[in-house]
């Protein structure tokens, strides 16, 4: 219906779930839209240019929905001056730049019934400082919550899936945050300069993680599969508890001088050459029975460390000669943690 400039009203049934993007763009007769309760999703745009249509008001924001629920896409704010929204409990869909700019915000609770948070919803939301998202949300938007700089909390529940592109960017106050083993994809940039985040769990549920998604974040502690150790910044980085996988690259945490402490999973069968190379702090490791190959110079030049614990009896064929070489720790051969 893009710039359908004659059409003033349409009723969409029951069986649609997703509304394309730009669907309705520049249809600027359109005064009613009827959506149903089935619709799951709606594209960028689908509503721009729509200057005539005519919204349903609850709580400082304006709704689209139909006779039994009108309130089922959250489409945007009264005006950018707000400073709190009731989201109605029948919405499903917060839209699009729905808060975006609302700079007086404060806080906001995403209730059960939601199920998507689109693109820049809360962009520049800066005084907004926690969110709690509801167990029904799937996808976080891209640039969601990106600029929200007062934010220093946000619960992310198990149903969500995916972590959209620039969803958190810059959200300089933010300390600490918790993935749930639902999320299989972060996008890039998700947490990009987030200056106060100092500590990060992610599930191995997490199989993508796009560039850049935690640089600029000062990561102290962190719990991480494998899989994605290349994409956690390792200059602050103290404690890693590794939590799935089964290879632990070459050059993994290579250079790691704060690093004190690191737990490995029973998954783990292989340490790469040079993996902890230079963790001059590290102090402690207990690498377990399920590990068969150590690559060369893992554990060379960590000064701090004086005793390494091997479950193992005695050092499998796997193991590198030079896997420890370049200090004097003793080897706890058959160590068994009482």
């Known amino acids: 219906f893009w710039f359908c400039t004659s059409l003033t009203s349409i009723t969409i049934p029951d069986s649609v779930t997703p509304i394309g993007r730009e669907a309705f763009y520049g249809c600027k007769s359109l005064t009613s839209v009827t959506i149903p309760d089935s619709v799951t999703t709606i594209g960028n745009d689908a509503f721009s240019g729509c200057t005539s249509l005519k919204y349903n008001e609850y709580d400082n924001a304006l709704y ?15 005006d950018t001056s707000i400073d709190s929204c009731a989201i109605n409990k029948g919405t499903k869909i917060i839209y699009r730049n729905a808060f975006a700019g609302c700079t007086s915000l404060t806080s906001v609770t995403i209730g059960n019934s939601v199920t998507e ?9 800066t005084s907004l400082t926690s969110v ?7 996808t976080i938007g891209g640039s969601a919550f990106s600029g929200c700089t007062s934010l220093t909390s946000v619960t992310i529940p198990d149903s969500v899936t995916s972590i959209g592109e620039y969803a958190f960017y810059k959200c300089t106050s933010l300390t600490s945050v918790t993935i749930p083993d639902s999320v299989t994809s972060i996008g890039k940039y998700a947490f990009y300069g987030c200056t106060k985040l100092t500590s990060v769990t992610i599930p191995n549920s997490v199989t993508r993680i796009g560039s850049y998604a935690f640089s600029g974040c000062p990561i102290e502690s962190a719990t991480i599969p494998t899989t994605v150790i290349s994409y956690i910044p390792k200059g602050n980085l103290k404690t890693v508890v590794i939590n799935g996988g089964a290879s632990i690259d070459d050059y993994a945490f290579y250079g790691c001088k704060s690093l004190t402490s690191v737990t490995i999973p029973d998954s783990v069968t292989s340490i790469g050459s040079m993996a902890f190379r230079d963790c001059e702090s590290l102090t402690s490791v207990t690498i377990g029975d399920s590990v068969t190959s150590i690559g060369s110079y893992a554990f060379y030049n960590c000064t701090s460390l004086t005793v390494i614990n091997c479950e193992a009896e005695s050092q499998p064929d796997g193991w590198n000669s030079y896997w420890k070489s370049g200090y004097n720790a003793t080897v706890v051969w058959g160590y068994k943690d009482e």
């Open 64 to 78: 689209l929905g139909n006779d039994t629920n009108p309130y089922v896409v959250l489409v945007k704010a009264k």
């Open 117 to 125: 948070i689109g693109n820049y919803a809360f962009q520049n939301c």
């Open 132 to 138: 709690t998202i509801g167990d029904s949300v799937t």
